[in-house]
């Protein structure tokens, strides 16, 4: 134990000297093992098994498929479908935004790049509309919040990889809760355009309307093909990775005809140094998790907890509150690092499905991006925007607690989660 603490600190002390979060984990881990007598030397070998896995090929997949379809300009579809369907109701434009980024989450994979694209369009046509900067900013970031569970988000494979739970259940399991959570905003977002008297856009035609909804089609084929293929097992999460860049490529380059070498070119130096990150963080987790399963750790915090007597759903509790801080002023991928292999034997020991759990982190994840003071998601909404993020901080307040009261219901009714993976067979 006393080791343990003396690596946490050495951890602590090189963050603070900014340290790069992996390269602190790592150099920490490694001390430990020196100072337990283990050569340094098979620590080659540990972080190669920590990546060989092929789970984590699905991610430079996905990473490329979505740079793909951002290149493409299928945001500029997916918005003039959303407005089609539901610009000309009250808030239409705000819930516009909503639905163009539960879709385009599920797309691009990544919600930072979700807020670039999406931002870069909505924020000035919001504010042209009569919204305020500040909100159209919270309202799009409110909703790339909830769109990280709309798979295949990069945290959901990454989770994956750290605990060897499947994939494709937790690509399954986060549909229900995003869809709860885009209803929520969105009736909360036609609230709050009624009470600032927003204009209401005039209805399209029905010539526009199809005309969108055939521009936008093809774009969500790419979702329809990836997870009916998944889910009716045709191939895997990680070999669907693979049909989503070829689609992509098609899409793009002979549909819209509007992909160029360069763009591919830019996407895939883009998905390298993306992977880069990703992939070494997820190898120094398994050096992390090595030292304190060496220490017996996960034993003694599964006696502790036992001893209390906790409840799976105020352990839940505990992690999302735990997750929900240290989002804001960490980044997820180095959460999810160091704090997965401490929790999964709690979640084991209480019984609790790890696609659950999986489905409650990643949500908590979600929050920590547009959370007050690093926010590294939000800081991209507001870049594209324009405003101080001090300006956006209020207006958004009510667009997380959406968020995190969804979270908080998951934990208490893991069904909610669970319903789809149980319906398709996938294992739990």
Not at 22 to 46: E, H, K, T, Y
Not at 249 to 259: E, T, V
């Amino acid at each position: 134990m006393t080791l343990v603490i003396g690596m946490t600190v050495l951890m602590l002390f090189l963050l603070v000297l900014a340290v790069p979060v992996a390269f602190a984990v790592g150099v920490a881990a490694v001390a430990a093992l020196q100072a337990m007598g283990i050569s340094w030397q098979l620590v080659p070998g540990r972080l190669y098994n920590g990546i060989d896995s092929f789970t984590l090929l699905a991610i430079p997949m996905y990473i490329v498929a979505g740079g793909l379809m951002v290149r493409a300009g299928i945001a500029e579809r997916l918005i003039a479908m959303a407005l089609a369907l539901v610009g000309h109701r009250r808030g239409g434009l705000g819930n516009t935004t909503v639905l163009s980024a539960v879709m385009f989450s599920g797309i691009s994979g990544s919600t930072s790049a979700s807020t670039a694209a999406l931002g870069s369009i909505l924020i000035p046509s919001m504010h042209k509309r009569g919204y305020r900067r500040s909100d159209a900013t919270a309202i799009l970031s409110g909703a790339c919040a909830a769109g990280i569970l709309v798979p295949p988000a990069m945290s959901m494979i990454v989770f994956s990889g750290l605990t060897g739970s499947s994939v494709s259940a937790l690509f399954a399991a986060g549909f229900l809760p995003a869809f709860c959570c885009a209803i929520a905003i969105m009736l909360y977002v036609r609230w709050h355009a009624g009470a600032a008297n927003i204009q209401v856009l005039p209805r399209l035609s029905r010539p526009e309307r199809w005309g969108a909804l055939r521009a936008g089609l093809p774009a969500l084929v790419l979702p329809v093909l990836v997870f009916g293929g998944i889910f009716s097992g045709v191939f895997t999460a990680t070999e669907a990775g693979v049909v989503a860049v070829l689609y992509a490529l098609a899409l793009g380059g002979l549909i819209y005809r509007s992909l160029t070498v360069h763009d591919l070119f830019e996407v895939l130096g883009t998905a390298v140094l993306t992977c880069g990150v990703v992939l070494i963080m997820v190898t120094i987790s398994g050096i992390f998790s090595w030292v304190l399963t060496a220490n017996q750790i996960p034993r003694l915090l599964v006696e502790t907890v036992g001893a209390y007597e906790l409840t799976p759903f105020v352990f839940l509790l505990c992690v999302i509150v735990i997750f929900v801080l240290l989002g804001m002023i960490m980044d997820e991928l180095a959460i999810m690092v160091m704090l997965i292999p401490i929790a999964l034997p709690l979640v084991n020991a209480l019984g609790i499905s790890p696609i659950h759990f999986g489905v409650v982190v990643i949500g908590c994840v979600g929050i920590g991006l547009f959370s007050p003071p690093v926010a590294s998601a939000l800081l991209v909404a507001c870049s594209v925007a324009g405003v101080r993020i001090e300006d956006v901080a209020r207006p958004l307040l009510p667009h997380l607690v959406i968020v995190f009261a969804v979270i908080v219901l998951l934990a208490a009714l893991p069904d909610l989660t669970l319903f789809l993976p149980r319906l398709m067979g996938l294992s739990v």
